[in-house]
């Protein structure tokens, strides 16, 4: 991570768990020392160099920054569930390799969404990709194409005012953008901008949800990192605060290694907006899942 977030987490912790980094200080200027003292008594002039008051300051100094450095909320967490890697990091779900996973609405034609969803995100890119309205139509033929098997409802809908299709919790589907692979899965009654309901999604329905996503989920993988964001965040409008929500996200991908095995993919990764840091923290994770 970049010095900004390494600052951003040593704050953190220092507002939250201030003794957590005056221990770590004390046991680093402990260490120091106790290199130290056999040192000067081994070599008398070295005594000189680590001496005096600014010398002192100094050795506080350095073990404040150290003890604060390592006592920072984590940047990531691994876990191990059976043979399968499972890694929790903070970070922009698009800058990393592998798979991207994206939820969308079960009204899966939709493009008029919110532009900061991961769904405008993406459409974004392929509009940039294909110069406008070609990348546009681009993205409607691949998501076309993609749903000509699955199963869907006729349903007429009062915010656009027309028949579209709905489809099942969990519908998913596989897309590729300048060799990038992104998996879409259906979680939500709508992501359409201005449209958006207090009850978009919740606790039972994400799960279902899930279920089917990781079925699909092995088939797509072939080896490839998975990479997930947090779902049930953001428009779903599920009752739950992140730390649980996370919980969820963990027990649905146990779940399916429990029902499936092992997925074959290098690393199944949850990937957390940096607006978590003040809520999760991840040495919590590991210790109870590593």
């Known amino acids: 991570m970049n010095s900004q977030g390494l600052f951003k987490r040593i704050t953190i912790t220092l507002r939250k768990q201030p003794l957590k980094v005056f221990t770590y200080a004390f046991v680093v200027y402990a260490t120091i020392w106790t290199i130290l003292e056999p040192l000067i008594g081994i070599v008398p002039n070295a005594s000189r160099y680590f001496s005096g008051e600014i010398k002192f300051i100094s050795l506080i100094l350095i073990s404040v920054l150290i003890g604060a450095y390592r006592s ?8 191990k569930y059976g043979n399968s890697n499972i890694k929790i990091v903070f970070g922009d779900l698009f800058s990393f390799d592998g ?3 994206i939820p969308v609405s079960r009204f899966f034609h939709e493009t008029q969404v919110i532009p900061a969803s991961l769904q405008g995100k993406l459409i974004q890119k392929f509009a940039q ?8 139509e681009t993205y409607e033929k691949i998501i076309a194409d993609s749903l ?3 199963s869907f ?8 005012q027309q028949n579209e299709r709905f489809y099942p919790l969990g519908t998913t589907v596989l897309l590729s953008l300048d060799g990038q692979p992104y998996i879409l899965f ?13 009850d978009n999604c919740n606790a039972l329905k994400m799960w279902i949800a899930l279920e089917a996503f990781w079925k699909k989920a092995r088939i797509y993988a072939r080896g490839n990192p998975i990479n997930i964001p947090l779902i049930g965040s953001g428009v779903t409008g599920i009752r739950l605060d992140s730390i649980h929500l996370l919980e969820l996200n963990l027990l649905a991908i146990a779940n399916s290694l429990e029902e499936g095995g092992k997925i ?9 907006h ?9 040495s919590k994770f590991q210790d109870i899942w590593g």
């Open 186 to 198: 259906s979680l939500t009654e709508t992501e359409l901008k201005g449209y958006i309901p207090g």
């Open 148 to 150: 000509h098997t699955e």
């Open 153 to 160: 409802q006729e349903v007429f809908r009062d915010e656009t």
């Open 274 to 282: 940096s607006k978590y840091l003040e809520d999760i923290d991840l």
């Open 99 to 101: 798979i991207k996973v």
């Open 129 to 136: 990709s294909g110069e406008g309205s070609k990348g546009f």
């Open 72 to 79: 920072a909320i984590p940047q990531e967490a691994n876990l």
């Open 264 to 272: 074959t993919t290098e690393e199944i990764r949850i990937i957390l």
